[in-house]
Nanobody, 126 residues
Framework: QVQLVESGGGLVQAGGSLSLSCAASGRTFSSYTMGWFRQAPGKEREFVAAISRNSGYTYYAGSVKGRFTISRDNAKNTVYLQMNSLTPEDTAVYSC???????????????????WGQGTQVTVSS
């Protein structure tokens, strides 16, 4: 089992950048695929990005590709989400999640991830 804690959210103007972190407990972090999801008020949870356990594979939602970068540092038990060129449409609660195994076709499905953090709010003002 792994416990996840996100940080780094906040308020930023459109066009700005934010970097989110997700710290994981336990000594098996390197065995997990990690994902970032977001949920805006009144909307369903949405996939953002995922990274395989050794960073060999990454996958992005079309809406963030080219603007967001997911990375991880297994020595620090941390996964990151660098967000650039933010727009008001990126406003949401961002959560990290963990699962075992990597299959590109299922990396974007929230129900594949059994472990979740509590989320961090990102607000982009226009």
């Amino acid at each position: 089992q792994v416990q996840l804690v996100e940080s780094g959210g906040g308020l930023v103007q459109a066009g700005g950048s934010l970097s989110l972190s997700c710290a994981a407990s336990g000594r098996t972090f390197s065995s997990y695929t990690m994902g970032w999801f977001r949920q805006a008020p009144g909307k369903e949870r949405e996939f953002v990005a995922a990274i395989s356990r050794n960073s060999g594979y990454t996958y992005y939602a079309g809406s963030v590709k080219g603007r967001f970068t997911i990375s991880r540092d297994n020595a620090k038990n941390t996964v990151y989400l660098q967000m650039n060129s933010l727009t008001p449409e990126d406003t949401a609660v961002y959560s990290c999640a963990a699962k075992t195994g990597w299959v590109t076709a299922t990396a974007m499905f929230a129900n594949e991830y059994p472990y979740w953090g509590q989320g961090t709010q990102v607000t982009v003002s226009s």
